[in-house]
């Protein structure tokens, strides 16, 4: 069986090395042993492995639910409802952060139009409201401005 090292597989898989060696940190990828000058080396199914990681990252899943998913594709069948379960997670928080960003959008609308509206005082009204919030909020407990 054909093997290779780190590097190789990284490329053969068209990723960094840093990402081979965080999955295995995170468990996800084993190499399959060491060389005499203790360097990875790696087999087929590792380089399958490391594409199905990509391929599940891609599509959402995080790297809980990858291994959970590793799990089932090492199992004899994939247990559907399972796996709906995850997705199903996946799409929650999906939805926050669509609504997260639609909050983020509607705010740099209202900066843009300040910004134009002010512009020829030759003083930024959004650079002076964030300086007002940085001096009045807590961290991470910055107000949001209207949205006029």
């Known amino acids: 069986m054909a093997t290779w090292t780190i590097g190789r597989l990284a490329r053969a898989a068209d990723v960094p090395t840093s990402t081979v060696r965080y999955y295995e940190r995170s468990r996800l990828l084993r190499p399959s042993g060491r060389t005499g000058g ?6 087929a199914p590792a380089l399958e492995r490391l594409r199905f990681i990509r391929a599940a990252q891609a599509n959402g899943f995080t790297l809980d639910d990858i291994a959970t998913l590793l799990g089932f594709r090492e199992g004899a069948t994939a247990r559907c409802r399972q796996v709906q379960v995850l997705i199903k997670a996946r799409l929650a928080d999906l939805r926050k952060r669509l609504s997260q960003m639609h909050e983020v959008e509607a705010v ?5 139009k300040m910004c134009r509206q002010y512009e020829r005082t030759g003083h930024c ?3 002076e409201s964030l300086k007002r919030e940085a001096t009045s909020s807590p961290p991470g407990k ?3 401005r209207s949205r006029k």
């Open 38 to 43: 203790n360097y990875r080396v790696y087999e």
């Open 108 to 112: 740099l609308r209202s900066s843009l």
């Open 142 to 144: 910055a107000r949001r």
């Open 125 to 127: 009204r959004v650079v």
